[in-house]
């Protein structure tokens, strides 16, 4: 699928609640999406100028742009596009190149979990390469493009990098087939933000990995006839769902000054999931 960039607005930045006088652009993959665009919000109340990578849904992405030009006066991009491919990640690139300000953090959230991505018997469970490509693809080959290429575009001491795990790779007390492909792909996230972590550390970048537990967004919802529309509080600890806003708001202190000294951490950000079961 080739990148189309479907907005265009420049808007100056100055006001707003800043704590550093500078232009700052963020690029957020899949900054449309549930953990994305609450990430997007937090990031533009900081005064970031936002350029938001998406898949297909050009409407929401709209949407989404609306209402962040009418929330806050920031600068915003969308772009849609699939990030397992090389293209994609670059045309945010390109993006960048046309933009005023300089790149301070990268948050790479896109991803999609393939219900058909495993088998149901437990004595062959590895499916297919097809899906463990896939998830190779969208997690760590996107983010290893995102970090080589944005590090260079990063000033020492101005640059914040996150990635999303999730539970599903942390958790070793019973056999998770659902999470046998996703997994795969998600533990070299992990591996990828402590290397990147010790790589850029003396540059001033930090890159940490935060590893959701039940986060109220659509996918869940689309999984509602079969897991019920209570699993979030029946398996949490905490007894609820989290909100995308929670994560959104973590993610956006982890990109700012005030985390700066915070580098080559995986952090559950779960109401108590990683704790095991109770
Ligand atoms: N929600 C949870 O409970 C939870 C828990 C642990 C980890 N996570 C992780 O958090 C991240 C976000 O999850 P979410 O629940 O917020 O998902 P979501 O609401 O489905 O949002 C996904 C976003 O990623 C985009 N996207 C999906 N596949 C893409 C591709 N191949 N190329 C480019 N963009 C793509 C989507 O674009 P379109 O809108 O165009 O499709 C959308 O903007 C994922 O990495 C997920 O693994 C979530």
Redesign the pocket.
Known sequence: MSSVIIDVKLKDNKAGNHNEDRQKIAII????????FATSKALASQGYNLIL?????SE??KKCLQELETDFNIEVRTI?????EEG?VNSYFSCLNEMNGKLTAIVH?????KPNSFSKDPNTCFSTFEYYDYYQD?YPKCFIRLVETGMKFMEDGHGYIVC????GCNINDHVRLGYMM?GTG?CVLEYLSRHYAKMLAKRGISCNCI?????Q????KLRESILGPDVGCQRTPMGRWGQ?EEIGDFISYLCSPKASFLTGATIPFDGGLSLGRQ
């Open positions: 993959t899949g900054g449309t999406g549930g953990i994305g990578g998406y898949l297909s849904d929401n992405a849609s596009g699939d990030v397992c994609t959230t896109a991803g999609l979990f969208i999303l795990s999730s539970p996703p998600k590893v959701p537990g039940y986060i967004t659509k996918p869940w995308p």
